[in-house]
């Protein structure tokens, strides 16, 4: 009887190239970012340095309403994606969440200055030793408005004007 010597080049063989089930997740992987891609605003999309055939196909998949047909352009937008080299893709869709990210937080930012302008007569003190300001007279002014159209019960014109100021001048400081 004799033993069977272990094949020394099979393990060379499935190093070489990977298996079935790492491709799938690769397959997968891209598709989740062409997911990603059809889930951007149509503008956005333009706006990626992508190849045309794909934001064409991208663009089509935001346009499809019915699931089905949307689930095949979505697999098609996948198979797309197998031919480009993701990596550049991913970092564009990185920067735009970030760019979202950092944008919602400088909102959230101005909606607490403002909120605090109109509740403090201490908190302007505190916005100008943060951030010095250039005219400092119209935003008393506009302070001094908000709280008069909100002790009136009136709509909130001059506390959208104090918004816009903190974020002309937050947006410009950071």
Not at 29 to 39: E, S
Not at 125 to 130: M, R, Y
């Amino acid at each position: 009887m004799t033993a069977e010597l272990p094949d020394t080049n099979a393990g060379a063989r499935a190093d070489e190239r990977p298996s079935k089930s790492q491709r799938k997740r690769d397959m997968l992987a891209l598709q989740d970012l062409g997911v990603a891609l059809v889930r951007l605003a149509a503008e956005q999309v333009r706006r990626l340095d992508l190849p045309e055939n794909l934001r064409q196909a991208v663009l089509d998949a935001q346009k499809i309403t019915a699931h089905e047909g949307r689930r095949r352009q979505i697999q098609y937008v996948g198979k797309l994606m197998r031919q480009v080299d993701a990596e550049p893709i991913q970092a564009q869709l990185d920067a735009i969440n970030g760019e979202s990210k950092a944008a919602v937080a400088l909102m959230h930012r101005c909606e607490r200055w403002r909120d605090r302008l109109l509740d403090d007569d201490g908190a302007l003190t505190e916005l100008l030793a943060e951030r010095p300001l250039e005219d400092v007279q119209a935003l008393r002014a506009t302070i001094r408005a908000a709280r008069r159209e909100r002790s009136a019960g009136q709509p909130p014109r001059h506390a959208r004007e104090l918004y816009r100021l903190l974020h002309d001048h937050l947006s410009a400081a950071a």
